[in-house]
């Protein structure tokens, strides 16, 4: 089964082929070049679902987005969900951003959570399922590690002492908000969805 994903980031595509396996029968596929939909939601939920019917309805197929965004105790839950849009630039600027605006906060306050919510439609548009997930952890000082996106090289994994930029992908993906959002998803997918496309197909 095909599955658009609302998106033109090829990391979080890779991320999601790779959760769902090789042998799965679910293959995610990124949105066509000219996918834009205005995030404009108030709640992670509502931008993942902006996104999934937009995709839905230019594709005919089923569709799937994320929202997701780092919200950091000492910034009042700040950047939250407008991670993406914290300032101009590139994920680095971002991240350095944030760790400019934390250089004075210590070590023991600096708590922060990965948050993502997903949302599934159907080629109608009509959302089909949703879920939701944290990983709570804190802001390092530094960037460290080279795997991964957005703020991965300042997120530090509590149980882990290293950056979700430094731990594999496959632990990552058991691990993150993506990862745990997602495992959902997709036993929904597979258990629900596969067995009955013909009650969201016209």
Not at 25 to 50: Q, W
Request: net charge negative.
């Amino acid at each position: 089964m095909k599955i658009v994903l609302a998106t033109q980031n090829p990391g979080k595509l890779k991320e999601l082929n790779e959760m769902a396996g090789q042998q799965s029968a679910v293959h995610f596929v990124l949105a066509p070049p000219d996918f834009d939909a205005v995030e404009d939601g108030v709640t992670y939920l509502e931008n993942a679902l902006i996104k999934a019917r937009v995709a839905a309805l230019m594709t005919g197929e089923f569709a799937l987005a994320d929202d997701s965004g780092i919200e950091v105790d000492a910034l009042d839950g700040r950047p939250g969900i407008h991670s993406a849009r914290y300032c101009e630039g590139s994920d680095r600027d971002r991240r350095l951003k944030l760790l400019d605006e934390l250089k004075d906060v210590p070590e023991p306050k600096r708590g922060a959570a990965f948050v993502c919510a997903i949302a599934l439609c159907a080629p109608s548009g009509e959302m089909v399922h949703s879920t939701f997930a944290r990983w709570p952890g804190s802001i390092t000082f530094s960037e460290k590690g080279t795997n991964g996106f957005g703020f991965d090289p300042i997120f530090l994994i509590p149980d882990k002492g290293q950056t979700s930029a430094e731990i594999s992908g496959a632990d990552k993906n058991l691990l993150s908000h993506r990862g745990l959002a997602f495992a959902e998803m997709l036993s929904y997918i597979k258990n629900t969805l596969l067995k009955d496309t013909s009650a969201y197909i016209g």
